[in-house]
């Protein structure tokens, strides 16, 4: 069964930094571009970053450029998105998926299998 599954979210504070891990099952994740999606409460979900299949391709939204990497490990079937610098505007549940485009700015209906999704919250 094909899935992913999110960790590394919770409550930090303003300037803080976490680091988010999506573990893949049911696929060959070395064949797939991934993207890192948020949805803040009462807002459309949005592309914050994807990185292609080998790593050499990635993209980010202005918002969190100098902020944000986003990295993989084929072998342990697993991306991560490091962010640093947080904002309370970071704040949301941050989900990953697999592209089935390479599209910038990412689109949701371009992605077919999400997480469940880990609750980012930045707050003092």
């Known amino acids: 069964q094909l899935q992913f599954v999110e960790s590394g979210g919770g409550l930090v504070q303003p300037g803080g930094s976490l680091r988010l891990s999506c573990v893949a099952s049911g696929f060959t994740l070395d064949y797939y571009t991934i993207g890192w999606f948020r949805q803040a409460p009462g807002k459309e979900r949005e592309g914050v970053s994807y990185?292609?299949?080998?790593?050499?391709?990635?993209n980010y939204v202005d918002s969190v450029k100098g902020r944000f990497t986003i990295s993989r490990d084929n072998a342990k079937k697993t991306v991560y998105l490091q962010m640093n610098s947080l904002k309370p505007e970071d704040t949301g549940v941050y989900y990953c998926?697999?592209?089935?485009?390479?599209?910038?700015?990412?689109?949701?209906?371009?992605?077919?299998?999400w997480g469940q999704g880990t609750q980012v919250t930045v707050s003092s």
């Open positions: 990185i292609n299949s080998v790593s050499d391709w990635t």
């Open positions: 998926a697999r592209a089935l485009s390479s599209a910038w700015p990412p689109s949701p209906l371009d992605y077919d299998y």
